[in-house]
């Protein structure tokens, strides 16, 4: 490991590390705008000079394109270093435009930061600045390109890191430009980390764009109930609507990036018909008396039908808190029937799966990047796991030889752009014994069970794709309270009742099966059917917990407290000029607390 000394701080690091990598390492901050640690270095933004008194090289020296070595005395503090950065800051300067105040990426601006602390703060340049015309890119991101400072990382991600092809530089000198040949939407499913990425604000996100600057948010650490992989973000949120998701870096799972699926999901949170209000026959009630109203609707049910009549319904969009109080509430009520699945295929796949993983053979996406052969069997990455292709392309990039398996899911032309494959029509076709870390990514939505246990026998690293943000954790449930799924339990003719705490079944659910409850935070089916609706939060308005599909446990924060959003108060929804407690449409509770106070109740009833 090189031993260098930065600032007079001794500083130990791995090799290949380079001096700004290793200044960060030891609590010191270089300015920077075209390096970051998911994209490498490139040189352009000569930002982050040092000077190197002592070792192989002397002199200023970009740090990002330096790598440690023993023996080197480097200073940030030195004069010369000090006014280059100054200087670089000052030409920088010259043709941004002046727009702080109405920028949206103004309080969380690199550029802002380190003019601020490199000191520039009289404008000398009196001559007329560069502008640019700005392009449509879409109904997610803003462009503005006057106040690019040409860093290149909007390019080095989309076309490099990505695999993007419709985005990308053009011109030469003072007139280089970021874009597309012509207007149009981004083609890339990963285009929103343009947002992320970018130190100005060229690229901004067009859905929460002058709706709030970045001090005002409520935000808090998330994890993405888009799909299985269990991203981390950090939503944030004003008056009480969810304006943006942005992606929190963990190095183990999706790295510095998310999926523009999980970025821009704001919208079921948001919408206007989620269910808000408790109501018992259609007749809004509070809560306490949809509460009340369910008991008695219940314990009339069990007198006429027997608990063997009545099924406990969930599914794995329920965090793991609310899985294990429906697995209670089955257990006070005798109810004969426990699901979190819907149909009988996905719940034996999934129960499957997850009985095959264990500490040795299951893969994190960073598992999946590190990986020198991949082959991917029974499922559409771009479609079910949208990390998980961009993590398969990060291999590939290092030179991971990649397969498809069979004929079930065939690349589409997104995923031919992201890295090339070969093709083999069995698991024993593919060559893993030529490899040093191979690995297999299987879905579970089409052959079945053989598929899944012959890719467990091969004795490599395997990630399945699962459905939803938390079937790992409701597949462990299903298997030890012996759950079954929902169509197994109609096939048997017991169920005459349900209580569906966000659950997915089906529409041609029969008449003949009354739906006591429905716990949902989205409008669905069962709860225009349900007798009581009991409105719940979303997962950003509660802490809660998912398994991820390789079996991690995370846990997620509450965000903003629920209630219906400021701007979507009409007249009618206007709270009363009075002091209150809980905003309009804020009387509704997690479902694991829902059931929490069902059976409180129940106790109370049974006493």
């Given at each position: 490991?090189?031993?260098?000394?930065?600032?007079?701080?001794?500083?130990?690091?791995?090799?290949?590390?380079?001096?700004?990598?290793?200044?960060?390492?030891?609590?010191?901050?270089?300015?920077?705008?075209?390096?970051?640690?998911?994209?490498?270095?490139?040189?352009?933004?000569?930002?982050?000079?040092?000077?190197?008194?002592?070792?192989?090289?002397?002199?200023?020296?970009?740090?990002?394109?330096?790598?440690?070595?023993?023996?080197?005395?480097?200073?940030?503090?030195?004069?010369?270093?000090?006014?280059?950065?100054?200087?670089?800051?000052?030409?920088?300067?010259?043709?941004?435009?002046?727009?702080?105040?109405?920028?949206?990426?103004?309080?969380?601006?690199?550029?802002?930061?380190?003019?601020?602390?490199?000191?520039?703060?009289?404008?000398?340049?009196?001559?007329?600045?560069?502008?640019?015309?700005?392009?449509?890119?879409?109904?997610?991101?803003?462009?503005?390109?006057?106040?690019?400072?040409?860093?290149?990382?909007?390019?080095?991600?989309?076309?490099?890191?990505?695999?993007?092809?419709?985005?990308?530089?053009?011109?030469?000198?003072?007139?280089?430009?970021?874009?597309?040949?012509?207007?149009?939407?981004?083609?890339?499913?990963?285009?929103?980390?343009?947002?992320?990425?970018?130190?100005?604000?060229?690229?901004?996100?067009?859905?929460?764009?002058?709706?709030?600057?970045?001090?005002?948010?409520?935000?808090?650490?998330?994890?993405?109930?888009?799909?299985?992989?269990?991203?981390?973000?950090?939503?944030?949120?004003?008056?009480?609507?969810?304006?943006?998701?942005?992606?929190?870096?963990?190095?183990?799972?999706?790295?510095?990036?998310?999926?523009?699926?999980?970025?821009?999901?704001?919208?079921?949170?948001?919408?206007?018909?989620?269910?808000?209000?408790?109501?018992?026959?259609?007749?809004?009630?509070?809560?306490?008396?949809?509460?009340?109203?369910?008991?008695?609707?219940?314990?009339?049910?069990?007198?006429?039908?027997?608990?063997?009549?009545?099924?406990?319904?969930?599914?794995?969009?329920?965090?793991?808190?609310?899985?294990?109080?429906?697995?209670?509430?089955?257990?006070?009520?005798?109810?004969?029937?426990?699901?979190?699945?819907?149909?009988?295929?996905?719940?034996?796949?999934?129960?499957?799966?997850?009985?095959?993983?264990?500490?040795?053979?299951?893969?994190?996406?960073?598992?999946?990047?590190?990986?020198?052969?991949?082959?991917?069997?029974?499922?559409?990455?771009?479609?079910?796991?949208?990390?998980?292709?961009?993590?398969?392309?990060?291999?590939?990039?290092?030179?991971?030889?990649?397969?498809?398996?069979?004929?079930?899911?065939?690349?589409?032309?997104?995923?031919?752009?992201?890295?090339?494959?070969?093709?083999?029509?069995?698991?024993?076709?593919?060559?893993?014994?030529?490899?040093?870390?191979?690995?297999?990514?299987?879905?579970?939505?089409?052959?079945?069970?053989?598929?899944?246990?012959?890719?467990?026998?091969?004795?490599?690293?395997?990630?399945?794709i699962m459905d939803g943000p938390n079937a790992f954790g409701c597949a462990m449930l299903a298997l030890e309270?012996?759950?079954?799924?929902?169509?197994?339990?109609?096939?048997?003719?017991?169920?005459?009742?349900?209580?569906?705490?966000?659950?997915?079944?089906?529409?041609?659910?029969?008449?003949?099966?009354?739906?006591?409850?429905?716990?949902?935070?989205?409008?669905?089916?069962?709860?225009?059917?349900?007798?009581?609706?009991?409105?719940?939060?979303?997962?950003?308005?509660?802490?809660?917990?998912?398994?991820?599909?390789?079996?991690?446990?995370?846990?997620?924060?509450?965000?903003?407290?629920?209630?219906?959003?400021?701007?979507?108060?009409?007249?009618?929804?206007?709270?009363?000029?009075?002091?209150?407690?809980?905003?309009?449409?804020?009387?509704?509770?997690?479902?694991?607390?829902?059931?929490?106070?069902?059976?409180?109740?129940?106790?109370?009833?049974?006493?």
């Amino acid at each position: 490991m090189p031993e260098l000394i930065i600032d007079d701080i001794p500083a130990h690091v791995p090799e290949g590390t380079n001096v700004l990598e290793a200044a960060r390492s030891i609590g010191i901050t270089i300015p920077h705008f075209c390096w970051h640690p998911a994209l490498g270095k490139a040189g352009a933004c000569r930002a982050c000079a040092v000077k190197m008194l002592e070792g192989p090289i002397k002199g200023i020296q970009m740090s990002c394109m330096l790598p440690a070595q023993d023996g080197m005395v480097v200073s940030t503090t030195d004069g010369e270093a000090v006014a280059m950065r100054r200087a670089v800051i000052e030409w920088l300067m010259i043709n941004h435009p002046h727009d702080c105040p109405v920028c949206d990426e103004g309080g969380e601006c690199q550029l802002q930061d380190y003019t601020i602390a490199g000191g520039h703060s009289i404008r000398r340049y009196n001559g007329l600045k560069r502008t640019h015309v700005n392009q449509y890119l879409g109904e997610q991101i803003e462009h503005e390109m006057n106040r690019c400072i040409q860093c290149y990382r909007c390019v080095h991600f989309y076309q490099e890191y990505a695999g993007g092809t419709d985005f990308g530089v053009m011109g030469r000198a003072g007139s280089v430009y970021f874009g597309r040949q012509q207007d149009g939407q981004l083609e890339s499913p990963f285009s929103g980390n343009l947002a992320d990425i970018c130190p100005t604000g060229v690229f901004t996100d067009k859905t929460a764009r002058f709706r709030a600057r970045y001090w005002d948010y409520d935000m808090a650490p998330s994890i993405c109930p888009g799909c299985s992989l269990g991203c981390n973000t950090v939503p944030m949120a004003r008056y009480r609507e969810l304006l943006k998701v942005t992606a929190r870096r963990n190095d183990e799972v999706n790295g510095w990036f998310i999926c523009d699926r999980g970025r821009f999901s704001n919208t079921a949170v948001n919408a206007p018909e989620r269910p808000r209000q408790a109501q018992v026959d259609d007749e809004a009630v509070s809560m306490d008396i949809a509460l009340d109203s369910l008991i008695e609707r219940l314990t009339g049910f069990l007198e006429l039908h027997g608990p063997e009549g009545l099924a406990i319904v969930g599914s794995p969009r329920m965090s793991q808190e609310a899985a294990i109080m429906a697995a209670r509430l089955r257990e006070v009520t005798g109810a004969g029937t426990l699901c979190y699945f819907g149909d009988v295929l996905h719940a034996e796949r999934t129960l499957e799966a997850v009985s095959l993983l264990n500490t040795d053979n299951s893969t994190s996406q960073e598992d999946v990047r590190q990986a020198d052969l991949i082959a991917i069997m029974e499922c559409d990455l771009l479609t079910e796991a949208p990390m998980m292709a961009l993590a398969v392309r990060q291999a590939w990039r290092n030179g991971a030889r990649i397969f498809i398996v069979g004929s079930e899911c065939r690349l589409d032309s997104g995923q031919q752009n992201l890295y090339e494959v070969g093709a083999a029509v069995s698991l024993a076709a593919v060559p893993f014994t030529e490899a040093r870390r191979p690995l297999v990514i299987c879905g579970i939505r089409h052959k079945g069970l053989e598929a899944i246990r012959d890719t467990a026998q091969l004795g490599v690293k395997t990630s399945f794709i699962m459905d939803g943000p938390n079937a790992f954790g409701c597949a462990m449930l299903a298997l030890e309270q012996g759950a079954i799924s929902f169509s197994e339990a109609l096939a048997g003719g017991r169920v005459k009742g349900i209580i569906s705490l966000e659950a997915d079944l089906p529409p041609e659910l029969s008449p003949e099966i009354r739906v006591l409850a429905a716990a949902d935070w989205l409008s669905t089916h069962l709860t225009e059917k349900a007798e009581v609706v009991l409105p719940v939060t979303s997962w950003v308005e509660m802490d809660g917990t998912y398994v991820n599909n390789e079996g991690r446990t995370q846990h997620f924060k509450q965000v903003m407290k629920p209630g219906v959003p400021i701007k979507g108060l009409t007249p009618e929804l206007h709270p009363p000029r009075i002091h209150r407690h809980d905003p309009p449409g804020g009387d509704i509770l997690p479902t694991e607390k829902i059931i929490s106070e069902l059976l409180e109740r129940l106790g109370a009833a049974n006493e």
